[in-house]
């Protein structure tokens, strides 16, 4: 199928591009997507996809193969601004929201909006990152700590409950169920959340990780695991490292 691909860079002539095969199409402002800056892009259960904006206050659009639709504040999305996108249970989305006037999260069931902040129990408002795992509950990184939606309710989770920082950037659940959590801006590494035991332990340079500031997790088809780094990129085949830097033929350490 299609690969599809966003740019947030601000003022870019094309917000979305398409690669299908060889063939290259672009959509811009104005040809149906409601802006040229976004952050995250997903296509849900049913093949929908949905563009989340960033930096240009026009919230999430939703493009199903031959028509665009916009949702927005005035539609009840919490804020325009969106940092990250998931599927939900039963057919909905969730989307992390970090915008100029409010954050949080937003859930979109059929067309009604959901929202939640810290005056719900999440952690903080500033949210960075979403994931939902194989048991159906959801994770949120935020820059303070980290929340596990279960039912109704928030679990939140700090550097005083063992998260190695809490800046939490990209989730990403393992083959096993365990729960990694990437953070950057302290320099000390990952965390790697045990579900059966709700422990975490941190895994940084001193256990192979090519640089302890980590911006993205993810898995491949192997169960092998790739952190995305300030220094290059690291891969963890079972518990062996394989890090490759520039030296390696890699484009860029960053």
Known sequence: GA????????????????????????????????????????QDEEGLLWFGSFLSDKGVDLYDGENWFNFS???????????????????????????????????????????????????????????????????????????????NFFINYTVDDGLVANDVYDIHEDAFGNIWFATYMEDVGVS??????????????????????????????ANNIWFGTNGGVSKLEGDHWINYTETDGLLDNH
Do not use: H
């Not at 690969?3 to 860079?9: C, K």
């Not at 094309?14 to 976004?38: M, R, V």
């Not at 340079?205 to 491949?220: F, K």
């Open 73 to 151: 504040k005035l539609d009840g999305l919490l804020d325009n601004d969106i940092v990250d996108i998931c599927q939900g249970n039963f057919g909905t989305l969730w989307f992390g929201i970090s915008g100029p006037t409010a954050g949080g999260i937003s859930n979109l069931d059929g067309t009604t909006f959901t929202n939640y902040d810290s005056s719900d129990g999440l952690v903080a408002d500033s949210v960075l990152s979403l994931l939902r795992t194989k048991d159906a509950t959801l994770w949120i990184g935020t820059s303070e700590g980290i929340s596990n939606f279960v039912g």
């Open 3 to 42: 690969i599809w691909f966003v740019d947030w860079v601000e003022e870019s002539s094309a917000g979305i591009a398409k690669l299908d095969g060889t063939q290259w199409e672009t959509f811009a402002q104005g040809d149906g997507p409601s802006s040229n800056t976004y952050r995250k892009v997903l």
């Open 192 to 221: 790697r959340f045990d579900n059966g035991t709700t422990t975490f332990t941190t895994v940084s340079m001193s256990d192979g990780l090519v640089n302890n500031r980590v911006r993205v997790i993810e898995g491949d088809s």
